[in-house]
């Protein structure tokens, strides 16, 4: 196999160039990633901002940062700052920070970390930012209240764009979508069938580790004559914010969409005997369920070490198990896990009135 660095360019369905040479192929998968998205705030091409990129290279500790979109990078690069010293405001769109994840999850996240002194303000919208000397300035619209924030650093943490571009896509045959993410079948395959693509270019879920199984299917796919797919309900993701978020599967919007029923459950973490030991007050678990057979269809929550703690969940939905299969688990006594056991269990008992180890 041969390794060569540099920035390739399809010159044809079956050609591409790179560092002037022509190489020819049978196949090609397009791996390239993505970059920070920078949307055109009106006098944003006058201020000296940071994407997630910059701020790990930072010299000087600020003494104040404002961050522009509550996702999982402006939430934990928010906060590790704000753990520093940095005095972190966020300002996110929509009404609710982590736009994707449960409402009951966003709000339990953003109540802890404003315990901790972060200025959240959701339902923003960005009216102009600029930059005098070396202090940065956003306006914005906060729930129909002119606002104007003001901060050492401007941190931009509003997405990302697909590295599609300059790659002579058309002349290869390969479709992308509106945002330039490219067009990928259950397969991984193209609109070029011998044209796969994986990872962040295809937009499908920003996690490095979908990334390597997008691109181990999609090689399987192109030089072992399978057939492969991803089933993305059963993917886990986190946000490694202090407490952490994990989720798999299902919302119950999800549910009520495909379902028009929803059976879920909320468990508050205090409720769990090992986080009354360590005296842990923050967080919640939520499992959703099938209304008509019990089986898990997905599991969200907001906890220490979540990350850790979904995988049980992620087994349980990517082998159909129920809420009775949990509660039949014995769970190791006192830990943090038997929270999803607490879940299952909600649907069948009033678990405010239950002693710890009861099955």
């Known amino acids: 196999m041969d390794y060569i660095e540099g920035r390739a360019r399809f010159r044809s369905p079956s050609e591409i160039e790179v560092n002037g040479r022509i190489l020819a192929g049978e ?76 409402p009951e999850v966003a709000n339990e996240l953003q109540r802890c970390l404003e315990a901790e002194g972060m200025e959240v303000r959701c339902a923003c919208e960005i009216q102009r930012v600029w930059q005098e000397r070396e202090a940065r300035f956003v306006q914005a619209d906060v729930m129909g209240e002119r606002q104007i924030f003001q901060a050492d650093q401007l941190l931009l943490a509003t997405g990302v764009v697909p590295n599609s571009d300059d790659m002579g896509l058309e002349e290869a045959g390969v479709r992308t979508d509106a945002k330039g993410f490219i067009e990928a079948n259950d397969y991984l395959q193209t609109s070029a069938p011998h044209i796969y693509a994986a990872g962040d270019v295809v937009g499908r879920m920003f ?22 797919g991803i089933d993305y309900d059963t993917i886990p993701a986190a ?9 798999v599967g299902l919302t119950e919007e999800e549910e009520m969409r495909r379902f028009g029923a929803c059976a879920c459950r909320t468990v508050e ?79 069948t008992r009033d678990i405010s009135v239950m002693a710890c180890c009861v099955e």
């Open 239 to 247: 946000v490694f914010t202090n407490p952490q978020v994990a989720t």
């Open 207 to 228: 996690l490095e580790t979908v990334a390597a199984k997008e691109g181990a299917v999609a090689a399987a796919n192109a030089f072992e004559d399978v057939r492969k």
């Open 269 to 347: 973490v205090a409720r769990i005997p090992k986080a009354k030991a360590i005296n842990e007050d923050r967080g919640l678990i939520k499992m959703v369920i099938h209304p008509e057979d019990s089986r898990i269809l997905g599991v969200h929550m907001v906890a220490p070490n979540a990350a850790d703690l979904i995988h049980e969940a992620v087994l349980a939905v990517k082998f159909g198990l129920t809420a009775d299969d949990i509660i039949d688990t014995v769970h190791v006594f006192p830990t943090l896990s038997e929270g999803i056991k607490l879940a299952a269990q909600a649907f």
């Open 27 to 102: 196949k090609f998968l397009i791996a390239t990633g993505s970059r920070p998205l920078v949307l055109p705030f009106p006098g944003i091409e006058g201020v000296k901002y940071l994407t997630n990129r910059e701020a790990m290279e930072l010299e000087e500790l600020p003494r104040s940062m404002i961050v522009i979109g509550a996702g999982p990078v402006g939430l934990e690069l928010g906060q590790m700052f704000l753990h520093f010293g940095t005095t972190v405001t966020v300002l996110e769109k929509i009404p609710q920070i982590l736009p994707r994840i449960e």
